[in-house]
């Protein structure tokens, strides 16, 4: 009996101490295929995908940037994506953040070796301009109910922070019950001089991570124009759900249209993952939302943005998890307890 399913592509900050050997471990058999991703890298002068998983060590200061951490991310993502159990059918492909470019690649709409020349390139340009940067702040409590009030609330700080003389901040991601903002350092700061600490962690600072999908990277967006053309792209495989919730069809793709929104509006305007996963959830109704590794910490948000939406009358935390261990239907591939699960 086929099970339908959505696959979900992470973004940056996933690959970490835990996932280095990641490639050699779950895909030892694919290194023609990250071989093809050392040789573009080598085109560059730039450290191989194979060397830099096969490493001794792992160190934040250089894993967490965007020209090392992006091409990792993009060839564990895929290879996931690609290795599904034969009774699995993908219904959709999505992603977050970065996980666009894979799902492009995942979804058949860029071929593997350009998905990852885009992937690798933008990862490249966001690290040598490294314009601003991220922090993560939840809207909700500890038991996920939707607080559209405090949402509200937090947003409208934020903008009265953009407004002040040399302030930049703006919604970056809309993540499940976090919301990822981004901005220059003044606008950074003053988020955290306004709000409480909560749970111990946040707000909480990403490591070398731009202001991604605000005007600020509007000269990457223009680069990455320049670098890479719309003939890189064609007509996705399976449904494509973007970072508005919109839907790219299979055999109804304007590609330029794709490549425009690709290097042009993900890139400067805010990503709406929350909306992605609720789309797939009520366009598709998957029997399962398999997310692609590295890491596991995307399935939070999943659980989080289909709670949100009251999914088969999930309100709660507590109610996700009623549903989730009894018959899982969330499965995250980097978790070593769930990756049979979608393996087989």
């Not at 690290?127 to 809207?139: A, C, S």
């Not at 731009?210 to 064609?234: I, K, N, Y």
């Amino acid at each position: 009996m086929t099970r339908t399913a959505v696959a979900i592509c992470p973004g940056r900050g996933t690959y970490n101490k835990p996932e280095l050997g990641y490639l050699h471990r779950h895909h030892a058999h694919r290194m023609d295929l990250f071989q093809s991703f050392d040789a573009i890298r080598a085109e560059a002068g730039q450290e191989a995908v194979t060397a830099l998983d096969g490493a001794a060590r792992f160190t934040v200061s250089k894993y967490s940037k965007g020209d090392v951490a992006s091409p990792l991310i993009y060839a564990a993502s895929l290879a996931d994506a690609q290795a599904l159990a034969k009774d699995i059918e993908v219904v959709a492909v999505t992603g977050n953040s970065m996980g666009w470019y894979i799902a492009l690649a995942a979804a058949g709409a860029l071929s593997a070796e350009n998905g990852f020349r885009v992937v690798n390139t933008m990862g490249t340009l966001m690290q040598d301009h490294l314009i601003g940067g991220q922090l993560v702040y939840p809207f909700v409590g500890d038991d996920w109910a939707n607080d559209v009030a405090r949402k509200a609330e937090l947003l409208a700080d934020v903008a009265r922070i953009n407004a002040i003389e040399g302030h930049d901040l703006a919604l970056s991601i809309d993540l499940g019950g976090m919301l990822v903002l981004a901005g220059n350092e003044k606008g950074l700061e003053a988020f955290e001089a306004s709000q409480p600490a909560v749970q111990d962690r946040f707000p909480m600072r990403l490591a070398n991570h731009a202001a991604f999908h605000t005007s600020l990277q509007a000269p990457v967006a223009a680069e990455g124009r320049a670098r890479l053309g719309a003939e890189l792209f064609g007509q996705p495989k399976h449904p494509l759900i973007d970072g508005r919730g919109k839907i790219w069809w299979p055999g109804a793709t304007d590609t330029k249209a794709l490549w425009g929104y690709t290097l042009g509006h993900q890139v400067t305007q805010p990503y709406d993952f929350t909306r992605a996963i609720q789309t797939a959830a009520h366009e598709f109704a998957p029997d399962l939302f398999i997310v692609t590794g590295p890491g596991a910490t995307l399935g939070g948000a999943v659980a989080q943005s289909l709670v949100l939406a009251d999914w088969h009358g999930m309100g709660d935390k507590a109610a996700f998890h009623a549903k989730q261990d009894g018959k899982p239907f969330l499965i995250a591939m980097g978790r070593e307890d769930q990756r049979a699960l979608a393996t087989g």
